[in-house]
């Protein structure tokens, strides 16, 4: 009787059905098995297909709510590097996007034809053996939207039920043969990655992890020196020693606060407050002195704030936590290039939109702001009028058709909002005056619009999963494997020979090029190092476009 209530109950409260597959989703998501994850996409699509198989959900109505989130966010992310890079310095990574998509594109497009697979399959095996969730909403929304037309013989519904299946066919082998050729590759290739980000990075490993880490809690305390160690030497020898992770806030000299400067020298009975990692200031008993309580050095007079790099002349400059500390007295915890935390070695240089993290005293938080771009302080807050009113200029602009020789050609939502996404993301790297969205709510906003989306993807593919392997499956599954398998291998080689990326920036640079985030940590863990995040976000600012892109133009073919 009780399971006859639920069934009724999730039939009827589509809310509780939607939320239960979200949560049931994550909760598979994070299972791992010999230490790897499939991650909320796979785990919300499976539970989706499973419910869906069994009547569930027939059509939820986040499914364009989603959709519209997850792409507008996607350009928002993607647009403070993509004009930049595409001006500057992404011609490599631009070239092995457009490479990784169109041999996608290609191969896709061959293999459904070749096993005479119906309207729509090709689509979804791109998106699918891609594992590229914007290709997947292209192709449904110029379906939906009647930018493309269904052959004779199909409808609307029969075209998208194809997409859906076929992506949620190929995407599993996708995700894992992705990961398969990112460890087979380098052993095929005799490559060791670790040796080649070492030498990429110039210098040694634990210096290398050092600037890499995060620094934690950042806080304020305040020593009496009585201890000799310090004593004697100046400021500017005490931070160039150091690893850039602790700054001098405050000198007092009996009642008297002494101005600080690189010339500064410690002496026994002085007062001072630094600034630093919570890890690195524990030491500080034992090479300074006991810990004080002093309102007057522990005052307010520091704090933490991102930087979004905008000035021109700090456009390819080179920083490290030391060179911040010792010559603007701010502790740098981390810069962050669209989302991803880039290491900061000598041969790393800033692009526009980069946020670097810094802590330290107002003044020098204020000479920071004016070298590198705008601080923003309220971190929290996010502009939603800003970002309410870019998805429904999206909408508009994507809704917008012209007529060429008797057909009706626009960009659809999806290219709408997108590009809106794309502009608006730039407008702000270069006056971040608005559309304050920091980057947890980014990423709640484009994570849940994605999940959103997948949720009702997986409920409606589920109702034919089943008809759909017993019809196409073999032919499916290995469309996609081969749509997996040749793009990267052959953008790998292409990489290689014609563009000459290092083997540790070009396996980053092709889980960008298919959006595979979850695949990024396994390529940093191979090497060791997070300097893939650099071929990433290289890749990355270009890939959405053209995977976008792709997943309409596969439709004509």
């Avoid at 409260?13 to 989703?25: E, I, W, Y």
């Avoid at 500057?88 to 290609?106: E, I, N, T």
């Avoid at 194809?162 to 190929?170: F, H, L, P, Q, W």
């Amino acid at each position: 009787m009780f399971l006859n209530y639920v069934t009724t109950l999730l039939h009827e409260n589509q809310a509780l059905l939607f939320f239960l597959v979200l949560g049931f989703g994550f909760m598979i998501g994070k299972i791992k098995f010999k230490g790897f994850e499939f991650g909320s996409v796979a785990g919300v699509l499976f539970v989706g297909l499973v419910f869906g198989h069994y009547g569930y959900g027939e059509n939820l109505p986040v499914q364009s709510i989603g959709f519209m989130m997850f792409i507008y966010s996607v350009g928002l992310q993607a647009g403070p590097r993509f004009f930049s890079v595409l001006m500057k310095d992404g011609l490599r990574y631009f070239v092995l996007a457009l490479v990784v998509a169109s041999s996608g594109f290609a191969v896709a497009s061959v293999t459904a034809q070749f096993f005479a697979l119906d309207p729509g399959s090709s689509a979804g095996i791109l998106a699918g053996a891609l594992t590229t969730t914007p290709t997947l909403a292209a192709a449904e929304d110029a379906i939906r939207s009647g930018i493309i037309l269904p052959p004779d013989g199909f409808s609307k519904e029969m075209m998208l039920n194809n997409i859906m299946t076929g992506y949620a066919i190929t995407y599993l082998f996708g995700l894992i043969g992705l990961i398969l050729l990112i460890r087979l590759i380098p052993k095929l290739t005799k490559v060791d990655l670790v040796e080649e980000a070492k030498a990429l990075a110039g210098e040694d490993m634990a210096s290398n992890s050092n600037q890499m880490a995060g620094l934690g809690k950042i806080v304020t305390r305040a020593f009496l020196v009585t201890k000799e160690e310090f004593v004697g030497i100046s400021l500017g020898e005490f931070l160039k020693a150091g690893t850039g992770s602790v700054t001098m806030h405050k000198l007092k000299r009996g009642e008297e606060f002494i101005p600080i400067d690189v010339d500064t020298v410690l002496q026994l009975g002085d007062k001072a407050s630094f600034v630093g990692a919570q890890d690195k200031l524990i030491m500080g008993a034992e090479r300074l002195g006991p810990e004080i309580i002093d309102p007057d050095l522990l005052d307010a007079g520091t704090e933490s704030c991102q930087i979004v790099l905008t000035r021109k002349k700090a456009t390819g400059l080179s920083v490290s936590r030391q060179s911040i500390v010792q010559k603007y007295g701010c502790v740098l915890s981390s810069v962050k290039r669209l989302g991803i935390a880039v290491p900061l070695d000598p041969h790393v240089v800033l692009l526009r939109g980069d946020v670097l993290d810094v802590t330290g005293p107002s003044v020098s938080i204020e000479r920071m702001q004016k070298s590198f771009g705008h601080a923003e302080r309220n971190i929290d807050e996010t502009d939603l009028l800003t970002f309410a009113l870019g998805i429904a200029a999206g909408i508009l602009i994507g809704s917008y058709t012209i007529n060429v020789m008797g057909v009706d050609v626009g960009l659809g939502a999806a290219g709408g909002l997108l590009s809106v996404g794309l502009v608006i993301g730039f407008l702000r790297s270069i006056h971040p005056t608005f559309g304050r969205m920091p980057s947890a709510a980014r990423y709640v906003l484009m994570e849940l619009g994605m999940l959103f989306f997948m949720t009702a993807i997986g409920l409606k593919a589920g109702h034919g999963i089943v008809a759909a392997l017993e019809k196409s499956g073999p032919s499916l599954i290995v469309a996609g494997i081969l749509t997996t398998v040749i793009p990267v291998l052959f953008s790998y080689y292409f990489g290689r020979k014609v563009l000459k990326i290092n083997p540790v920036l070009l396996l980053g640079a092709i889980t960008g090029a298919m959006t595979s985030g979850a695949c990024l940590s396994i390529v940093n863990k191979e090497a060791k190092s997070t300097i893939p995040s650099l071929g990433y976000t290289g890749a990355y600012a270009f890939a959405n476009i053209f995977l976008t892109v792709a997943g309409s133009l596969i439709l004509l073919v």
